[in-house]
């Protein structure tokens, strides 16, 4: 069973982001407008926690080195040197689903 239902579609406001557990796997997940990321908790850069640094709804930076990526599809931006991993994830009967098949997280520094 590796797709689980992390929460409704409507719960997380476009330009939020929330944290969640689930099934023991710790995840933050983006909303822009029209698209959303369900990704490890902390930047790929040092491991500090994203859920502390600055979302405009398109752009989501993390507030200890200023790294920078887009919302759209975890590629990253400015400074940043690597992209965001992600969990695949999709909207379905108005929830937000994601595949926990395998857990992603960042092993060394980039």
């Not at 902390?42 to 640094?53: A, T, Y």
């Not at 200890?64 to 400074?79: I, T, Y």
């Not at 929830?95 to 980039?110: I, P, R």
């Amino acid at each position: 069973m590796p797709w689980v239902r992390l929460c409704d579609a409507d719960e997380v406001p476009a330009g939020e982001m929330w944290s969640f557990v689930v099934e023991g796997v710790e995840l933050l997940l983006v909303r822009g407008e029209d698209s959303h990321l369900v990704i490890p908790p902390s930047c790929p850069h040092m491991q500090s926690p994203l859920i502390e640094g600055f979302f405009d709804g398109d752009t989501l930076t993390c507030s200890k080195h200023l790294w920078q990526w887009s919302v759209r599809d975890g590629q990253p931006m400015g400074e940043a040197k690597a992209p965001l991993l992600q969990y695949e994830s999709r909207i379905r009967d108005g929830a937000v689903w994601v595949n926990l098949e395998k857990t992603l997280s960042y092993g060394h520094e980039t």
